[in-house]
């Protein structure tokens, strides 16, 4: 598995003023690429629907200012980048790594992680972390209310 980034991006302020009135999409609404080429032609595309939300939420990420890199799904992260993207440190991607929470593979004597499998491990941790939250406003609530 080739790990890169296949492209790296951010507007420059003025770049963002003109993406940022850009309107929403709705539902039905088609979406075509017109790309006028450097000898004069004109080609225009339509994008299925999948490319066009895909397309949507990178220029709602430019427009407000971040930087975007489009990675490939089987892109590969060492536990550094890993705990970037889960919001842990190193150690703890290490321990979920050989506890088996987070799938892994040696390259040498470093180990790296789909970034299919860190997303799908963020969104675990992330459910969790709502559901403590929650647990957190109930007790507040039970404290306020009961006086407990």
Not at 98 to 127: E, I, M, Q, T, W
Request: with cysteine; aromatic share 2%; proline share 4%.
């Amino acid at each position: 598995m080739a790990s890169h980034v296949v492209k790296f991006i951010g507007l420059s302020d003025r770049d963002r003023k003109k993406v940022a009135n850009l309107p929403k999409l709705a539902a039905g609404d088609r979406v075509e690429l017109h790309v006028r080429r450097r000898d004069g032609n004109d080609q225009t595309l339509q994008l299925p629907p999948a490319a066009a939300d895909a397309i949507e939420a990178l220029i709602d990420r430019l427009s407000s200012g971040e930087s975007v890199a489009l990675l490939t799904e089987d892109q590969e992260l060492s536990p550094t980048e890993a705990s970037e993207i889960l919001g842990i440190s190193r150690p703890l991607v290490v321990l979920r790594m050989d506890c088996g929470d987070l799938p892994f593979r040696y390259v040498g004597k470093h180990r790296r992680a789909s970034l299919k499998d860190v997303l799908a491990l963020k969104s675990k941790l992330d459910l969790r972390q709502s559901a403590l939250d929650a647990l957190a406003d109930d007790t507040e609530d039970l404290i306020d209310t009961h006086g407990l």
